[in-house]
């Protein structure tokens, strides 16, 4: 695609249910990560993939959080039993080789946990 | 543990002004050091500078990247109110995949 693209664009769900979260990188990028941004603060780190390596997933804050990236493109991010403090705006971004090329952010989509 | 800060975190301009924006990095094994755009929800890239590439311009942007100092500016001159966003910082290790961000600054240019 022209550029990444994330789904839904707005999610809200009740706290204690289970959210998925879509990402479609640009294609023939081999890299892709996932970011949070909690309200007027930076962009945290949860979890990078490339090419076919283990993920790393050190910024990933609890269990509750997984992600999977199939065939090496489309991405999804699983957050189970939803808390309130998992509201923010979730953005993936992808990058043509993860090192030395910069990356592509999507629209993000805001999570609102009730 | 690797850091990157970023001063201010907020300034207020006139349209015209010329502002600078610092960023200051503690990156192991350090790469690079990326600027972005947040005017809503998706940073947009600006420029990503390395050791090979200490200065970029782009139109009224430009950014330099000093080694000694481990920092970056990232200058906007002549700004405009649609130059109003958040400006984000981010260092990348050769250590590690992810993008290490500061916490932004955000600029309001007002008419």
């Known amino acids: 695609g022209a550029g990444v693209s994330q789904s839904p664009s707005n999610k809200v769900t009740e706290k204690g249910k289970d959210v998925e979260l879509r990402c479609d990188p640009i294609s023939g990028h081999t890299a892709l990560y996932w970011y949070r941004q909690s309200l007027g603060q930076g962009l945290e780190f949860l979890i990078y993939f490339q090419g076919n390596s283990a993920p790393d997933k050190s910024g990933l804050p609890s269990d509750r959080f997984s992600a999977e990236r199939t065939g090496g493109s489309v991405s999804t991010l699983t957050i189970q039993r939803t808390q309130q403090e998992d509201s923010a705006v979730y953005l993936c971004?992808?990058?043509?080789?993860?090192?030395?090329?910069?990356?592509?952010f999507g629209q993000g989509t805001r999570l609102t946990v009730v | 543990e690797d850091k990157v800060v970023q001063s201010p975190l907020s300034l207020v301009v006139h349209e015209g002004d010329t502002v600078t924006l610092n960023c200051s990095y503690e990156v192991t094994n350090f790469r690079s050091l990326l600027w972005y755009k947040q005017e809503k929800k998706a940073p947009t890239f600006l420029f990503m500078l390395t050791s090979s590439g200490i200065e970029k311009k782009s139109g009224r942007l430009s950014s330099i990247l000093d080694k000694k100092e481990l920092s970056s500016i990232l200058n906007i001159t002549a700004t405009q109110t649609g130059d109003s966003a958040i400006y984000l910082c981010?260092?990348?290790?050769?250590?590690?995949?992810?993008?290490?961000f500061g916490a932004g600054t955000q600029v309001v240019v007002t008419p």
């Open positions: 971004a992808s990058s043509l080789t993860g090192r030395n090329t910069e990356a592509f």
């Open positions: 981010a260092g990348a290790s050769d250590s590690w995949g992810k993008f290490q």
